[in-house]
């Protein structure tokens, strides 16, 4: 009989955790690993990807999605090293993920040795629980350790593994016990904690919203599967919602109290809701832009956040309650009178109208080059009511925030707090996975497309009816407007000719593949995209200078704008006709 070893004692503990699916790329430091996972095919699935970074944003894709933990494995030295943007996407956006990485034999460990890296120091910054196994002993008791780590701090875990130690007997000590120790014996469960906040604070908070004569609410992630509580405290407080872009999902876009976004993504009535309001009440969000919130002072604010170190954060927090979303609101909603005086959240749902007539101005379809717009516009209308949307940063997220609506079941993710580029497709393949049945798109732009291309072919591989569609602004869209916001004309963010054919791309991988630079060919392209058998991609040509506008514009970004022509912007007749073609299409609307 084949004794176990460390990596096969690995994979079948993490299967006791119900971990189904390993998301990596093999090398010579985790072949001992490797052969774990073969030992445990039947239980765990392994996906072999084509860049260590795709394997950690699948893992963190997972974790969003599901709730449960993601896993990732690499090599020693470069592949681990590789993992590093995805784990900080899941440090900063707090999603549950272990890392598996290799290390070289521990004989040779201290010599300068090929590949020698020390990733235990490397991670330390990004793991909330970060150890190296030396010893087969430490298995399961580490593996265990990692995992209740990355669940209840919602963050990263690291385990890394010398080679020769991955493929020694489990369970042998090969050291003398000196101390009065015995291996730890322990077991593959953890219970999340229920987290309600105490009655005083509940108290205090609902003195606070019942006095409250401009009420705002704004959600955010942390609130996702509280939806239906959120809606229902601002049906009782008569106040409008406002989403943070990673609470998009939260509450439906078409909910008679949703505002839209906030920020320089967001829209005009939550800008003007969040200037005006004189109690806030935040939940789940620990929104970053402190530049959108009421000045300090403004209004009183209550924070409903599972993280006790978040509440405050932000803004200067009158009654921080510390607990889960639903449980909280579920509290304090008895607490509440209803707000009989609808006339705040009547003069919102007007500026909501409003603000929705002049985002459907935006969606022309007769301009060409095509406005991106319109190309968001479109996949909002040809995709199911419970597809996945899987956006990646960069203009494509200003698109997304706006004219992508929440309806039914549909769900939206994206790398919020480190807004990185590049995980649209790896996020879209991940959740592809995990609800087979369902559209799983991702909305890219071309240059976080071309970074992780390569993992088309994964899809194509494992036979996963991903749809890719890119807003093709053959540019790093967000920097040129960055750039000119700043005073300075745009340099070095545009890649010209010859520009590369993604459809032949998708093609050659064994996929769907149509190029679109004409928006009469826009919905037909789409739908056959959705309705292809196997991973698709639409190739759209926007106008590439078509620019993110913020739903304000202050007179300090005009006059930016402004220095950046004068300074010689290169493409300032392009961009000033676009901004005018803007402008007529929603006077017309």
Known sequence: MTKQTVGEAIIARLAAWGVDTVFGLPGDGINGLMEGLRRNA???????????????????????????????????????????NGLYDAKLDHAPVLAITGMQESGVLGTAYQQEVHLDRLFADVAEYNEPIVNPAQVPSLVDIAVRTALARRGVAHLTIPNDVQVATAGDNPYEDVGPVREPATKPVWVPPPVRPADDDLQAAADLLNAAGRPAILAGVGARGAGALVELTADVLGAPIVKSLLGKM??????????????????????????????????????????FLPEPGQAHVVQIDAEATRAGTRIPTDVPLVGDAAATLESLLPRLRRREDRRHLRRY???????????????????????????????????????????DSGTVATWAARHWQIV????????????????????????????????????????GFAMLMAEFHTAARYGLPVKVVINNNNALGMIVWEQMVLGFPEYGVRFGDPAPDYASWARGCGGFGVHVSEPGRLDEALRAALAHDGPALVDVAVDPNEPPMPAKVTYQQAVRFAEAFLRGQPHRVAIATTILEDRITQLKG
């Open 42 to 84: 039947d239980r765990v699935r392994f996906v072999l990807v084509h860049h260590e970074e795709a394997a950690a944003f699948m893992a963190v894709a997972h974790a969003k999605a599901t709730g449960r933990l993601g896993v990732c494995v690499a090599t020693s030295g470069p592949g681990g090293i590789h993992l590093a």
């Open 250 to 291: 939260v509450v439906p876009d078409d909910s008679p109290f949703a505002l839209g976004g906030l920020g320089l993504l967001g829209s005009a009535p939550s800008e003007d809701l969040m200037d005006e309001c004189d109690v806030l009440l935040m939940v789940g969000t620990n929104f970053p832009y402190t530049k």
């Open 349 to 391: 749902q007007e500026k909501m109208r409003d603000w929705r007539e002049r985002m459907a101005g935006l969606e022309n379809a007769e301009r060409s080059p095509i406005a991106p717009q319109y190309l968001a516009a479109a996949l909002n209308r040809a995709a199911s009511t419970d597809a996945i949307l899987c956006c």
């Open 408 to 447: 039914g079941r549909r769900e939206f993710y994206m790398s919020g707090t480190l807004a990185t580029m590049a995980p649209g497709l790896p996020y879209a393949i991940a959740l592809q996975h995990e609800y087979p049945g369902r559209q799983c798109i991702a909305y890219i732009g071309d240059g």
